[in-house]
């Protein structure tokens, strides 16, 4: 079974022939229904990995750039596949007695990569950074909130308390929705002004955190973001943990896509300051290269995770633990749970971190090769140098520069480059990313390359680009 996979794999990306299939998602879906109702009996699992193969948008192709999807390291592939034979459920030790041991070792080492003290630390593997930035925060209400209780079911806050959360503009979603969840409610939130290059403004934020006392309002916690989503950019953590600690409030940092720096000697000084976080979200499944999902949750004090304890007579029984049978029920919010930490440790042992850091290192020249070209080419224009493995520009169509007044209409540049995104995906060529500035009004469409594949060449990020140009003409001269 699987030789017949590997072949159809291969089958299915030459059948593909780029870095995605060609049409419109209407023609793939009905190409899903048709193979669906063929596929019956022992050929289903080629049939349907020839199809799942042809039919992805495959991160390994150097012109697949849009978002933080990382291809896969084939050791780390290699081990997860170990992992789902075993199925393994990380829930109580007699359902995955090495891999409980493992990931708690393996923590204890990410622990020291963040900069914590391993024997005071804590953390679990996650889905990502969603669940990761839930569980900050949820531990950031439980700390910060004392007096929390419920009745009839109901969240009810000390009285008098009116919680507050305070992140940049240019934060994950993840942290509204968290807010929400945690019956806080979205507004909550306090979005935090940032400057261009999309970092936390710490002027702003202490004035948000000054304004939020003196209208009585609780400072929960203060979210920063090590690698935002869109430029990579990392909020100035030094100072932002100063302000958290002068208003008694939580410091989460969201270091999901930022985290891989940590690897690299040349990048890790970006997170100066993530050592004096109360919890960071961290990602290898971004610039770890890990199949997803590989998320990391920690926190620096043990003892704040008290709120998540849980006892469950068939899992993890008091006097199995005091017997000396460790579980890991009590550190996440899931109770199965895959052994995610296994392919992260082989990995780990196989390149090293050094290994791991060239693979950053090689990302991170491949974005700057990127932002090069941008500012070469006359019909791009690049918003910022890039911090990480990733930059935002446009399309800008010649006469803009010669005032044009329809090729400088910031309305009109938002639909052509919307439509040249499309048309690629569309025709095959290319995956891009698009995304929209913090702000009101036309103008902030930009698009996006997320370069984690460090087998691309320079070449092939410069002919990425030149597909841009050319379905940029195409989309302005179908918009005059």
Request: negative net charge; hydrophobic residues 50%; charged residues 20%.
């Amino acid at each position: 079974m699987l030789a017949t996979v590997l072949d159809a794999l291969e089958s299915g990306a030459t059948r593909r022939g780029g870095p995605l299939p060609t049409g419109r998602p209407a023609d793939l879906a009905a190409g899903v229904d048709e193979a669906l109702a063929a596929a019956t009996g022992p050929g289903a699992l080629a049939r349907l990995t020839e199809l799942l193969a042809h039919g992805a948008a495959d991160p390994a192709d150097p012109y697949c750039a849009a978002h933080l999807h990382a291809p896969p390291l084939a050791v780390a592939a290699a081990a997860d596949l170990a992992v789902s034979a075993l199925n393994p459920s990380q829930d109580s030790w007699d359902q995955a007695p090495a891999a409980t041991a493992l990931e708690t070792a393996l923590l204890a080492e990410l622990a020291g990569l963040v900069g914590y003290d391993p024997a005071r630390a804590a953390g679990v593997f996650t889905s990502g950074g969603t669940e990761s930035n839930l569980m900050g925060l949820m531990l950031a209400r439980d700390q910060r909130l004392d007096g929390i209780v419920e009745l009839d079911g109901l969240l009810a806050l000390p009285a008098g308390a009116r919680p507050r959360i305070f992140a940049s503009r240019a934060a994950h979603f993840s942290v509204q929705r968290a807010a929400a969840l945690l019956g806080l409610g979205e507004r909550a939130v306090v979005a935090v002004d940032v400057d261009r290059e999309l970092r936390m403004d710490p002027a702003a934020l202490e004035r948000a955190l000054a304004e939020a006392s003196w209208a009585g309002r609780t400072p929960v916690a203060v979210v920063a973001t090590a690698g935002t989503t869109d430029t990579g950019a990392v909020d100035p953590l030094p100072a932002v943990a100063d302000l958290a600690a002068r208003y008694g409030a939580w410091l989460h940092v969201d270091a999901a896509y930022g985290g891989g720096a940590l690897l690299s000697d040349r990048l890790a000084p970006l997170l100066t300051g993530v050592e004096r976080a109360d919890s960071v979200a961290l990602d290898w499944h971004k610039l770890g290269w890990q199949p997803a999902p590989a998320g990391v949750f920690l926190v620096r004090r043990a003892e704040t995770y008290v709120s998540l304890a849980r006892r469950a007579a068939y899992l993890n029984p008091a006097d199995d633990e005091r017997a000396g049978y460790p579980s890991l029920l009590g550190l996440s919010l899931r109770t199965t749970r895959r052994a995610d930490a296994f392919k992260l440790a082989v990995t780990l042992r196989t390149l090293g971190r050094a290994g791991l850091g060239r693979l950053v290192d090689a990302c991170h020249d491949l974005a700057l090769t990127a932002a090069a070209v941008v500012r070469a080419e006359p019909e791009l224009e690049l918003h910022a140098e890039p911090v990480l493995t990733a930059l935002l520009f446009r399309y800008r169509p010649p006469g803009a520069a010669a005032g044009d007044p329809a090729a400088g209409d910031p309305a009109t540049l938002d639909r052509v480059n919307a439509e040249l995104r499309r048309a690629l995906l569309r025709t095959g060529r290319a995956v891009v990313g698009r995304t929209e500035l913090p702000g009101e009004g036309p103008g902030r469409v930009r698009l996006k390359l997320t370069l984690l594949n460090p087998h691309s060449t320079p070449e092939e990020v410069a002919g990425l680009l030149g597909e841009v140009v050319v379905a940029g003409r195409e989309a302005w001269s179908a918009a005059r």
